[in-house]
Nanobody, 123 residues
């Protein structure tokens, strides 16, 4: 599946952004989706995942209560609403498509990745 992220940019601390990920090439609604991020000099880390239907999702502790993952299967699009952004949220954000149906934080469960979108939070 091809994945294209958008919505990144520069925002002040405390602000909000909504990332989108447009998918094509495979039945979008059949598989779980996720967001990961990678800050400079750090390993890629899990942010959030959502199951195939959108009924089940969970987020990493670092963003819990601030970030919300959602999906619109009719539009083949994944979203990440990011509120109360902090400087430590600065990273390249990647969406990924899993080969399983249930939400998962395990990177090896994802077989397709987007190119990423930069999010920069200024303090």
């Amino acid at each position: 599946v091809q994945l294209v992220e958008s919505g990144g940019g520069l925002v002040q601390a405390g602000g909000s952004l909504r990332l989108s990920c447009a998918a094509s090439g495979r039945t979008f609604s059949g598989y779980a989706m996720g967001w990961f991020r990678q800050a400079p000099g750090k390993e890629r880390e899990f942010v959030a995942s959502i199951n195939w239907s959108g009924a089940s999702a969970y987020t990493a502790d670092a963003v819990k209560g601030r970030f919300t993952i959602s999906r619109d299967n009719a539009k083949n699009t994944l979203y990440l609403q990011m509120n109360s952004l902090k400087s430590e949220d600065t990273a390249v954000y990647y969406c990924a498509s899993a080969y399983i149906h249930t939400a998962t934080a395990e990177p090896s469960h994802y077989d397709d990745w987007g190119q990423g979108t930069q999010v920069t939070v200024s303090s």
